[in-house]
């Protein structure tokens, strides 16, 4: 049974930092690339970040490039989000996802977290 667990969510004020981790398991995590999305309330899912199986491929959302940073170390089957310069837009639900294939769209993955709540005051 694949479970992917997400912590490190809080309040934080504007311009602060949270560092979100999400660790799985029942799965070769190895052999799955990692994506983080969040889901703001009342809108739609939205892509956050995704790293390949080795971590040498990175993609972010346009609107978060040099604020976030998407790392993994498969030696504890863990995938990290550094969130930094914070905004109260970037309050969101968090979650991670694992596929066996690297995507952009949550469509795509296979596999999800239940989700960090991330809230940002102004």
């Known amino acids: 049974q694949v479970q992917l667990v997400e912590s490190g969510g809080g309040l934080v004020q504007a311009g602060g930092s949270l560092r979100l981790s999400c660790a799985a398991s029942?799965?070769?995590?190895?052999?799955?690339?990692m994506g983080w999305f969040r889901q703001a309330p009342g809108k739609e899912r939205e892509f956050v970040a995704a790293i390949s199986w080795g971590g040498n491929s990175t993609f972010y959302a346009d609107s978060l490039k040099g604020r976030f940073t998407i790392s993994r170390d498969n030696a504890k089957n863990t995938v990290y989000l550094q969130m930094n310069s914070l905004k109260p837009e970037d309050t969101a639900v968090y979650y991670c996802a694992a596929n066996r294939i690297l995507g952009l769209e949550s469509y795509e993955y296979d596999y999800w977290g239940q989700g960090t709540q991330v809230t940002v005051s102004s």
């Open positions: 029942g799965l070769t995590f190895s052999r799955h690339a």
